[in-house]
Structures are given as structure tokens and as C-alpha cells.
């Protein structure tokens, strides 16, 4: 017997076994050291140079029961692009992940692949609660709720004229910075101010250096 395509697990190692005037036993043995799924091609042939080919699969588990690893998510930001990597650990890989049975839906504009990205772009700010199923390669399964806070828009107030200044308020999301630039011609966008304080939404924004009433502001999202 050879081995036409493939590999064998690593550890185990091919050998005969008992030879009658009939057959002869292919023996693959030893101690696997690594989990996963090994596909390969054997050649057996006899004396006659007659040959037969198989494929097989072996598949080496972890041992170690399955977990999921992920544990909490990152927050999202509505209208900005989103991803996070569902992670897990033990049974026996390839994992495939879904929106368990009887959870409640993903977040519009959100969509969890099989191979447990989490992505897209959120259309609303709110907090939703969705609970996700991994399975591995031996059909285990195992789920998990979870919690993923999104962010609301931030919005700036119409900018106000007072004491040659003007003065806005920005309101968005506590614990995240936003950084307000200025324009006098929506082209070329200069710093004015970042936020810095996690524990409120709003924030009066003043841009002391206007010399005129015709300015533009937007907002970015961080530093």
C-alpha cells in the first residue's frame, strides 16, 4: 500500500498486519498529536500489479470539550462598518457557526457567516440580545447569549452666533470620543475640538477663531 494524495494524522503510521494466502491487514497506528480532519488517497497492489484506490477521511479530535470562547462584543457603531470574530475552543474543528433556534434576530444590517464573523453595518443605535450556536465537525453543538451595544449617530445642534463664536452641542454615545472639525469651504477640514470625558453623551462645542458666520462642521468618530 502507498499513499497517492493526502496526509496521514500526525503521529500514526501505516504498517501490515496479519498476511493470510488471501489478504493482507493495512494497519494504520500510534498516537495522534494533532486534532483535525486528515482526507488522503491509498494504493493498494498485488503481486499481479493489479491496484485498487480509496479515499478516506480520519478525523482527530481535541479532546478537550467545546467551548465558546467569545464572551462579550465589542460596541458597534450605527452606520459604520462592524466586525467581530466569534472564537472557539476544544471538540473537534471545523466550527460552524449559526443564530441559534428561538434567539431573537441580529441587529439590522448585521448577518453571522459559518465561519463566525459577525459583520455589516448597523442601521440603529440600541442594545440587542441574540444568542449564537457553534457545531463542530462531529456534530457537538453549543450556544451562547449575547450582548452587543450599538452606538447611536452622532448629531450636532444647528451652530449659534454668540460673542463673535460659534457654539454647538454635539450629543452621541457616553465612552465614545468624537473628534469635530471645521471648514470654510467642504474641502479642507481643520481640528477644532475631541471629546474626552467616557462618562456623558454631550458636549457644547464653541469654535472661538470663526471671523465670519459662514462655517461648516463635521464629526468623526474617535479618536
Given amino acids: 500500500a502507498s499513499l497517492s494524495s493526502g496526509s ?5 503510521n501505516p504498517s501490515f498486519g496479519t498476511i493470510t494466502s488471501s489478504n493482507a491487514a493495512f494497519v494504520l497506528s ?8 486528515y482526507p488522503f488517497v491509498s494504493v493498494v ?4 500489479g493489479n491496484q485498487v484506490t480509496n479515499s478516506y477521511s480520519i478525523t482527530i479530535s481535541s479532546g478537550a470539550a467545546l467551548q465558546i470562547a467569545t464572551t462579550t462584543l465589542s460596541n458597534a457603531q450605527a452606520g459604520a462598518f462592524y466586525t467581530n470574530q466569534m472564537q472557539a475552543t476544544g471538540g473537534t474543528p471545523p466550527y460552524t457557526w449559526t443564530v441559534a433556534l ?3 434576530p441580529l441587529p439590522t444590517g448585521l448577518s453571522l457567516a459559518a465561519s463566525g464573523a459577525l459583520s455589516g453595518t448597523p442601521a440603529n443605535g440600541g442594545t440587542s440580545n441574540f444568542i449564537v450556536r457553534v457545531t463542530d465537525h462531529v456534530s ?25 463664536q460659534f457654539q454647538m452641542r454635539l ?3 457616553a465612552g465614545q470620543n468624537y473628534t469635530v472639525q471645521m471648514s470654510t469651504n467642504l474641502s479642507n477640514w481643520t481640528f477644532l475640538y475631541v471629546t474626552n470625558n467616557g462618562l456623558t453623551n454631550s458636549f457644547l462645542v464653541s469654535d472661538p ?9 463635521r464629526i468623526l468618530i474617535g479618536p
Fill in 8 to 12: 496521514y494524522p500526525p503521529g500514526l
Fill in 30 to 37: 500510534g498516537t495522534p498529536t494533532q486534532s483535525g480532519t
Fill in 45 to 48: 497492489a498485488d503481486a499481479d
Fill in 102 to 104: 428561538g434567539s431573537q
Fill in 140 to 164: 457537538g453543538t453549543l450556544t451562547r447569549a449575547l450582548q452587543l451595544v450599538i452606538n447611536p449617530k452622532p448629531v450636532l445642534s444647528s451652530p449659534f452666533w454668540q460673542a463673535s
Fill in 171 to 173: 450629543t452621541g454615545a
Fill in 209 to 217: 477663531n470663526a471671523t465670519n458666520k459662514q462655517r461648516s462642521y
